[in-house]
């Protein structure tokens, strides 16, 4: 039987990953009275999975990886509540003259440059704590890269986390991090954001999968389904989008708006990550400690499309990964203390498209092309480069990318005929309908996209607040 809820909100939201909880704090601080949706679970710093298999199915779509039509390419798209802020290593970057210049010029918007963006970012960092792995406290995994990056005479840089106090000295392992953060340390959006705007009034409800949008006369009524498999609706005079670009493409087209909007789908980006291992005489424990500290900073290897991270896995990851079968693959794995772990990370360049089918589930064709092949051959070079200065006895480049940072769908920019998102973060021809999450990136930027998307979400929230 269906569920209809009377009260009409004043804004309801479409996912509580990243970008919603950043609007909904602000815009509950306002007055509003909003309802935020989400189709994952909430968990708690007690009820994260302890594991890596028990994360990846429990909280992801599809159970983990989803691929496209030629299954080259397996994407991650986190279904918890807190998204992307959850299932990451909470590494945020500000966006450089690159990324901005080239957003400005595809969208027509001129607010896209570092200095415009500049108060907005300093408004998210002002939400979270920002800081960096200590010296003391980087791992062998992390030191391997520092190294090779000395010998080679590249420039690096360490990585600025998202996290506060990971007691790394009682020897706390980032590697659990990756499920879901049980210290708190991780300023995923359940620790921040969210929790300021629960205080404030924000009603949450998870596990509630929103499957159509119907926009009439100022009204916006949203459809979907419980845990339980029944259905439920409800009423409010706004609505924010934050499901992310699959997420909200397969809503807005599933509801019809790609009728008058026809770029909803279109333009559909990632930055692919591959990650490949080298192999030393002695034990590296990649899992243990803080393994993901450094970045590339080298203005050559940006130029080339391409940055190198240390990052690392758990084996359920890594299995999936290192080559062949039975007994080869079976002597790999047990060689995995001795892993030394760096991935390349490409700037996209080729966009893809989300359709739907007629059941409604969501289509994902994305393709790389010879530039974008191109990017990640000059960036595996890089790595063997590395890791045969650094000593490796033998280099193995895992068997296919993952698609991260899921971008684009729902493009901002002034045309209607080539966007989705008006430069005011309205869906085109709807002034009741907002958007400020990855699904309007433009194109990919080659930057971690997370603190964009808060300072995006900061600047929307004050939009809407104004125009109320």
Known sequence: MAKDYFKVFDFIFVGAGISGPFIANDLCKGGANCLMLEAGN???RRTYPTNGLDGTSQMYWAGGLELGHDAKIAFLRPKVVGGGSIMNQALVDRFDDVALDDWKSVSGIKDFSMADMATWYDKAESEIEIQEIPAKFRNKNAEIF????????????PLRRAQNDCRLEEGNCCIECLNGCRLGSKQSTPETVLKTALENGLTLASQVEVTQIIA???DIRVIGRDAMGGQVSYRAHNLVLGGGAIGNARLLLNSGFGKKLPHIGQGFFCH????????YDEKINSHLGAFQAFKSDDKGFRQEGFKLENVYAGPEGIALLVPDFGRIHHEYMEKLSHFACIEVCTRDTNPGQIKVNRKGKALIRKEQNKEDINRYEKGAKVIDDIFKSTGAKEIVHGRFGIGLHLMGCCAIGTDPATSVID????LHGHGNIFA????IFPNAPGINPSLTIMALSKKAAAGILRSR
């Open 423 to 426: 430069p005011e973060f309205r």
């Open 146 to 157: 520092d190294q090779g990056f000395k010998n080679l005479n590249f420039d690096n840089a």
């Open 436 to 439: 400020a999450d990855s699904s």
């Open 216 to 218: 009439k006369n100022g």
């Open 272 to 279: 692919p990550q591959f990650m490949s291992f080298g192999i």
């Open 42 to 44: 909430h968990y708690t």
